[in-house]
């Protein structure tokens, strides 16, 4: 309960990125004792929601530019070697009729405007792409930059998700192409849309910070 609660708080920005964290408060504010509290937090420093420094407080990470440029380049690699697996063995059909279920929840949920849950879907497509490549390894390595993305996308408003939904190229068309690609077995097709896809979303999250506010990005 300590775990999935606080592990919500940092995804939808209750915990706002520099915020220190204090076994002693949190126990207190749980009721628990700050046995699971520390387990807790040394769980989520694993799953790259935390940041512990020597002799201070832990922390809820302040993501800067290179952070994010760095998170989308490991999950470029990690995503690219899915798509290669998946194609080459003969699984493009399987995956795209999983990936397109995706794509048509993430859309309804856009239709209905709940923006939290399409970010859901948007985060799940990318989840059941390398879960179809069948690596473990790969699968492990993942589930930590997919936390440090819901990291990222968790400080965006609830106007900027649908702006981005509703104005800008829908993510769930960019999903779309990279699913049919997977299932034509074009394996060169599908790794350039998808660092496109991962470009878009670094260039539009890395200048939020700008005059003139762009949209979100996409998972």
């Known amino acids: 309960m300590v775990l999935d609660r606080l592990r919500e708080d940092i995804i939808n920005g209750t915990l706002a990125a520099g915020t220190q964290l204090s076994e002693v408060e949190l126990a207190t504010s749980f009721g628990v004792s700050r046995g699971p509290i520390r387990e807790a937090i ?7 929601l935390l940041r512990g420094e020597p002799h201070r407080r832990v922390s809820v990470p302040l993501l800067t530019k290179e952070d994010i440029a760095d998170i989308y380049l490991a999950r470029t690699a990690l995503e690219s070697a899915a798509v290669q697996s ?7 059909e399987e995956t795209f009729k999983e990936l397109d279920r995706n794509v048509r929840a993430e859309a309804a949920a856009e239709a209905a405007g709940d923006w939290q849950t399409a970010r859901e879907y948007d985060l799940e497509f990318h989840t059941i792409l390398v ?24 400080a965006l408003t609830t106007e900027e998700a649908r702006h981005h939904h509703k104005v800008q190229s829908p993510d769930e068309v960019n999903h779309r192409k990279i699913s049919e690609l997977i299932r034509d077995g074009d394996t060169a097709g599908a790794l350039a849309a998808l660092r496109k896809h991962f470009d878009d979303a670094v260039a539009t999250l890395t200048s939020r910070d700008s005059e003139e506010k762009p949209a979100p990005p996409a998972g």
């Open 131 to 154: 879960a179809a490549s069948g690596s473990q390894r790969l699968q492990r390595m993942f589930s930590t930059v997919i936390s440090e993305t819901r990291l990222c996308m968790g």
């Open 86 to 92: 998946i194609i080459a063995s003969g699984k493009s």
């Open 42 to 48: 040394q769980r989520l420093i694993q799953e790259g």
